[in-house]
């Protein structure tokens, strides 16, 4: 049989893997939770919104602007994602002690966090303080969050918006009426899951089979080069042998040497 006969199937193995792959980061955040750190100047409604969010009255919320000194982490489900809420303290400049710490902890947040909600106060016209918070999020993949749209908007967002290299989305909503939460969540979880449904079956979770599928990928390549170099057959069934064991920490099953032979037995290289 022709060696050509068995580049197909090597194509098609790569790509198959490579499928899986394609989703793996996603199922990976599936399954342990992603972090999304809520972040704005003091009183922009953070705390408001993780309540919301939360459908509990977690976090202290006052009209005091740095009620919140410390960060707080709470999980909600957001389009059927689990996503770690960090609430932070509102990043400003202060002589305060207890409140320099934990704006420096809202700023760690921000440094860890997979995704960022910028926080900005639509009942207001925006400040030069919403303009520093958000070159701080430039980072990050980030969604602004108009916050109380249910007053009469005045903050114009579009600026910060064009601004940002990593902007994802932008959504209003009430933390008061509900409004546009639940189009936050929608948002969030599209974002984090790359646009790939969730109920997709063939998704990934486990970052051990993660890497798996990576070797897995790398020895199929590495098979189709010795291919097309000419290499000898018992060089690239040594490839195909890892990329078969690979999968095998996946699906529990083994591979015997005796299964390779029997494939390569119907392959005439370079004839």
């Given at each position: 049989m022709p060696a050509d006969e068995l580049g197909a199937p090597l194509q098609a193995a790569l790509e198959a893997i490579a499928r899986l792959l394609a989703g793996a980061d996603q199922g990976v955040i599936v399954r342990q939770g992603a972090r999304a750190a809520l972040v704005g100047r003091p009183n922009a409604g953070k705390s408001s919104l993780?309540?919301?969010?939360?459908?509990v009255e977690r976090a202290i919320v006052t009209a005091i602007p740095?009620?919140?000194?410390?960060?707080?982490?709470?999980?909600?489900?957001?389009?059927?994602?689990?996503?770690?809420?960090?609430?932070?303290a509102g990043i400003t400049e202060t002589a305060d002690l207890v409140e320099q710490?934990?704006?420096?902890?809202?700023?760690?947040?921000?440094?860890?966090?997979?995704?960022v909600l910028l926080l900005l106060d639509g009942s207001q016209p925006l400040s030069a303080q919403d303009a520093a918070i958000a070159r701080l999020t430039h980072g990050r993949p980030t969604v602004i969050v108009q916050t109380k749209a249910?007053?009469?908007?005045?903050?114009?967002?579009?600026?910060?918006?064009?601004?940002?290299?990593?902007?994802?989305?932008?959504v209003q909503v009430s933390a008061q009426t509900g409004a546009g939460l639940d189009e936050l969540g929608a948002t969030v979880a599209q974002i984090l899951?790359?646009?790939?449904?969730?109920?997709?079956?063939?998704?990934?979770?486990?970052?051990?089979?993660?890497?798996?599928?990576?070797?897995?990928?790398?020895?199929?390549?590495?098979?189709?080069v010795g291919?097309?170099?000419?290499?000898?057959?018992?060089?690239?069934?040594?490839?195909?042998?890892?990329?078969?064991?690979?999968?095998?920490?996946?699906?529990?099953?083994?591979?015997?040497?005796?299964l390779l032979n029997?494939?390569?037995?119907?392959?005439?290289?370079?004839?």
């Open positions: 993780l309540n919301a969010l939360l459908r740095g009620t919140t000194r410390d960060t707080l982490e709470e999980t909600a489900n957001l389009g059927g994602v689990p996503v770690v809420l960090i609430d932070t710490i934990g704006v420096e902890r809202s700023r760690a947040a921000l440094d860890r966090a997979d995704l249910d007053l009469p908007p005045l903050a114009e967002v579009a600026p910060l918006a064009e601004a940002h290299p990593l902007l994802r989305g932008r899951l790359g646009g790939l449904p969730l109920s997709d079956a063939r998704l990934v979770t486990n970052p051990r089979h993660r890497e798996a599928l990576r070797q897995a990928h790398s020895a199929v390549a590495e098979a189709q291919l097309a170099e000419g290499r000898p057959v018992d060089l690239i069934a040594v490839d195909l042998h890892d990329a078969v064991a690979r999968l095998g920490e996946i699906t529990g099953e083994t591979v015997e040497d005796d029997m494939i390569f037995s119907r392959f005439c290289i370079g004839k």
